[in-house]
């Protein structure tokens, strides 16, 4: 007589009506079959009838019940490494992004979804760009006008029109030898060297806001404004005389490229420069100037104290048109060739890593924006002296009005910040007339309020600083 293996564990179940119990001294224990009788498969050799459950020393103990808690088992020998059909949607996209990701240098930054949200929020940011351009193109042409009109000698409006169509053969007329004298050899080249450095302490700040990734960042956090101050205190105080009156121009120029370069070298560290290493370099080598410039003013003697002093403060008091030509070479090229990093600065405002598996050198990004940086503000301080809080407001306010996309931001900034000089410069030698106040002075005592405003109003706005 056969009898089934004991099993390790039996598996209780109740005695259905149609069971029998094996009884006798070869009875081995077997599990009660369930009320509910488990049937074998049919197979072709082995068919089961319908008659009912097998009972008797060959039946099969039924399977446990589903547990309804439990998730589902693959198969033997399925591939569990396997993707599901069709697919996968997190898998990157042969050509680049997945192209259901669309990046949109708008105030919201990125825009995830379909073609009608990315038209969407493109038109929302020429909605406000366009209006933005054509209010800075028409300040700039009515700010530089008034500048070149008034002054301590005022010259009429219509006069300065006259001479500018008379110099440009489109008629007009010539003016009077005193009023066009002063037109020509004094307030144009002040004015027009206002438009360049502004325009280049815009875009500086511009690009140092987009490269490190913060609004409140400006050119003098990599060293550049300090480095050309130590220059040009050290040119004053040491009698350098090189080079005639250029020599200060020179050394602050050349002060403010090596210490730039000094302050990211030493940031530097296994072939990357982190932007919190290059920030508090920045600021130690800022304070290490300082010390330089303090130096030099205890040696000076009172005329070499009060030329240092008046340089500091900032002025385009000796404007004439060979410091123009100087700078316009610096200033065009910086300006023109930062425009080219705005879709790649757009792509850092994500993150280094996204930005990376982007296609975006970040390393390299980041030094030619700094060069650029640095060319663009050394010039700037090298003719005109130290100026603050032109590449600092005028960036973040457009950036609160315009959103983050510096295809716009740079040159906007650019325009703002000459629209924002020429207008300082034009109350700096109208408000306290017949004397003028130095330039760096009064836009330090109008920025720096009206900086904290906005910082205030971008507290309340976002509920407290994270």
Same mark, same amino acid.
């Given at each position: 007589?056969?009898?089934?293996?004991?099993?390790?564990?039996? /598996?209780?179940?109740?005695?259905?009506?149609?069971?029998?119990?094996?009884?006798?001294?070869?009875?081995?224990?077997?599990?009660?079959?369930?009320?509910?009788?488990?049937?074998?498969?049919?197979?072709?050799?082995?068919?089961?009838?319908?008659?009912?459950?097998? @009972?008797?020393?060959?039946?099969?103990?039924?399977?446990?019940?589903?547990?309804?808690?439990?998730?589902?088992?693959?198969?033997?020998?399925?591939?569990?490494?396997?993707?599901?059909?069709?697919?996968?949607?997190?898998?990157?996209?042969?050509?680049?992004?997945?192209?259901?990701?669309?990046?949109?240098?708008?105030?919201?930054?990125?825009?995830?979804?379909?073609?009608?949200?990315?038209?969407?929020?493109?038109?929302?940011?020429?909605?406000?760009?366009?209006?933005?351009?054509?209010?800075?193109?028409?300040?700039?042409?009515?700010?530089?006008?008034?500048?070149?009109?008034?002054?301590?000698?005022?010259?009429?409006?219509?006069?300065?029109?006259?001479?500018?169509? /008379?110099?440009?053969?489109?008629?007009?007329?010539?003016?009077?030898?005193?009023?066009? !004298?002063?037109?020509?050899?004094?307030?144009?080249?002040?004015?027009?060297?206002?438009?360049?450095? $502004?325009?280049?302490?815009?875009?500086?700040?511009? +690009?140092?806001?987009?490269?490190?990734?913060?609004?409140?960042?400006? *050119?003098? =956090?990599?060293?550049?404004? !300090?480095?050309?101050? =130590?220059?040009?205190?050290?040119?004053?105080?040491?009698?350098?005389?090189?080079?005639?009156?250029?020599?200060?121009? +020179?050394?602050?120029?050349?002060?403010?490229?090596?210490?730039?370069?000094?302050?990211?070298?030493?940031?530097?560290?296994?072939?990357?420069?982190?932007?919190?290493?290059?920030?508090?370099?920045?600021?130690?080598?800022?304070?290490?100037?300082?010390?330089?410039?303090?130096?030099?003013?205890?040696?000076?003697?009172?005329?070499?104290?009060?030329?240092?002093?008046?340089?500091?403060?900032?002025? +385009?008091?000796?404007?004439?048109?060979?410091?123009? +030509?100087?700078?316009?070479?610096?200033?065009?090229?910086?300006?023109?060739?930062?425009?080219?990093?705005? %879709?790649?600065?757009?792509?850092?405002?994500?993150?280094?890593? *996204?930005?990376?598996?982007?296609?975006?050198?970040?390393?390299?990004?980041?030094?030619?924006?700094?060069?650029?940086?640095?060319?663009?503000?050394?010039?700037?301080?090298?003719?005109?002296?130290?100026? $603050?809080?032109?590449?600092?407001?005028?960036?973040?306010?457009?950036?609160?009005?315009?959103?983050?996309? /510096? %295809?716009?931001?740079?040159?906007?900034?650019?325009?703002?910040?000459?629209?924002?000089?020429?207008?300082?410069?034009?109350?700096?030698?109208?408000?306290?007339?017949?004397?003028?106040?130095?330039?760096?002075?009064? @836009?330090?005592?109008? $920025?720096?309020?009206?900086?904290?405003?906005?910082?205030?109003?971008?507290?309340?706005?976002?509920?407290?600083?994270?």
């Amino acid at each position: 007589m056969s009898t089934a293996p004991p099993r390790p564990e039996p /598996h209780p179940a109740p005695v259905g009506p149609n069971a029998r119990p094996l009884t006798g001294p070869d009875a081995a224990p077997h599990p009660a079959p369930t009320t509910e009788p488990a049937i074998e498969p049919a197979t072709a050799s082995h068919p089961v009838p319908d008659a009912g459950p097998l @009972t008797g020393p060959d039946a099969v103990p039924p399977p446990d019940p589903p547990d309804p808690d439990a998730r589902p088992q693959l198969d033997a020998g399925a591939d569990t490494g396997s993707p599901p059909d069709g697919p996968d949607p997190d898998a990157p996209h042969p050509d680049g992004p997945h192209p259901d990701l669309r990046y949109s240098d708008t105030a919201e930054g990125t825009t995830e979804g379909t073609a009608e949200g990315a038209a969407g929020s493109g038109r929302r940011r020429a909605s406000r760009t366009v209006p933005l351009s054509a209010g800075l193109a028409a300040g700039l042409l009515v700010a530089t006008l008034l500048s070149a009109s008034i002054g301590a000698y005022d010259i009429p409006l219509g006069d300065v029109l006259a001479s500018l169509r /008379h110099r440009a053969g489109l008629g007009g007329a010539a003016l009077e030898r005193v009023p066009e !004298s002063v037109l020509w050899d004094v307030r144009l080249p002040r004015v027009v060297l206002a438009l360049l450095v $502004g325009a280049a302490l815009g875009c500086a700040g511009t +690009l140092m806001q987009g490269v490190f990734g913060n609004p409140l960042a400006e *050119p003098g =956090v990599i060293g550049v404004s !300090s480095g050309a101050a =130590v220059g040009a205190a050290g040119a004053i105080a040491l009698g350098l005389d090189a080079f005639g009156n250029w020599t200060v121009t +020179l050394c602050a120029f050349t002060a403010g490229l090596l210490t730039v370069s000094v302050v990211y070298l030493l940031s530097r560290a296994d072939g990357r420069t982190e932007v919190v290493t290059l920030i508090l370099t920045g600021i130690a080598v800022n304070a290490f100037a300082g010390a330089l410039i303090g130096l030099f003013i205890f040696f000076a003697d009172s005329a070499e104290l009060s030329q240092i002093t008046f340089w500091q403060l900032g002025s +385009l008091a000796q404007a004439t048109w060979p410091k123009v +030509l100087a700078v316009l070479p610096c200033a065009v090229a910086g300006l023109l060739l930062a425009p080219r990093y705005a %879709r790649r600065m757009d792509l850092l405002a994500l993150g280094e890593r *996204p930005a990376r598996h982007l296609g975006v050198h970040v390393e390299r990004l980041r030094l030619a924006v700094v060069v650029l940086v640095a060319l663009l503000t050394a010039a700037a301080v090298a003719v005109a002296g130290v100026i $603050g809080f032109v590449g600092l407001v005028v960036p973040h306010v457009l950036r609160m009005a315009a959103g983050p996309g /510096h %295809r716009f931001l740079i040159p906007a900034g650019a325009a703002g910040g000459a629209l924002v000089l020429v207008v300082a410069d034009l109350a700096a030698r109208t408000v306290a007339r017949p004397a003028e106040l130095p330039l760096g002075v009064l @836009t330090a005592l109008v $920025g720096s309020p009206f900086f904290f405003w906005l910082l205030r109003r971008t507290r309340r706005r976002q509920g407290g600083w994270a």
